[in-house]
C-alpha cells in the first residue's frame, strides 16, 4: 500500500510564489520534509506534480484502490469536474490539501468542488497539512 502525494498546476513555484499565502518553502524542500517523516514511520510515499489535468486524471486512473491519495488540486479545486470525477471512481482514501486557507482568501476559492469526494479537507496549515493528510489515511488503513 502506498500513499500518493499530488501536487496540481502552479505548485511547483511555490516558495517563489507569494510567500507571504503559501510559505517560503520551495517544492522541492515541502516534498523533502514529508519524505524525512514518513521515512521516519517507514512510509512509502510517491510524488507526483503536474500543471496540467488529464496527467493528473491518468495518475488517478492508474492507482490501485489498496492506495491512499493526499491531494492538493491547486486552482483545479475550485472547477475541475474532472478531476473531481476521476477522484470519485477511486476507492481508496483521500484527502484534499491546500497550503492556504481557501476560506479566508477570494469568494471564488472558498468553494471546492472536490472536498465531496475526499474522506476530509486540511486547509490553511502549510505543508504540516500534507503530513496531517499521510496520518489520517495511515490510521484508516490499520
Ligand atoms: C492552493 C489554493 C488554491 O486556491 C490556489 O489556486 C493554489 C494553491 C493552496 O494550496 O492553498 O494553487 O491549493
Known amino acids: 500500500m502506498k500513499i500518493h502525494v499530488i501536487n496540481g498546476p502552479n505548485l511547483n513555484m511555490v516558495g517563489k510564489r507569494d510567500p507571504s499565502i503559501y510559505g517560503s518553502l520551495s517544492y522541492a ?4 520534509k514529508i519524505k524525512k517523516w514518513s521515512n521516519s514511520q517507514n512510509l512509502e510515499v510517491e510524488f507526483f506534480q503536474s500543471n496540467h489535468e488529464g496527467e493528473i486524471i491518468d495518475y488517478i486512473q492508474s492507482l490501485p ?3 491512499g491519495i493526499v491531494i492538493n488540486p491547486g486552482a483545479y479545486a475550485h472547477y475541475s469536474y474532472s478531476i473531481r ?7 481508496g482514501p483521500k484527502v484534499e490539501v491546500h497550503l492556504s486557507n481557501i476560506f479566508k482568501r477570494e469568494e471564488f476559492r472558498a468553494r471546492s468542488v472536490i472536498s465531496r469526494v475526499c474522506d476530509g479537507v486540511i486547509s490553511g496549515l502549510g505543508w ?11 490510521e484508516t488503513k490499520k
Open 65 to 67: 484502490d489498496e492506495d
Open 29 to 32: 524542500e515541502i516534498i523533502e
Open 128 to 138: 504540516y497539512g500534507y503530513i496531517l493528510g499521510i496520518e489520517y489515511i495511515m
Open 85 to 91: 470525477d476521476a477522484l470519485e471512481t477511486f476507492k
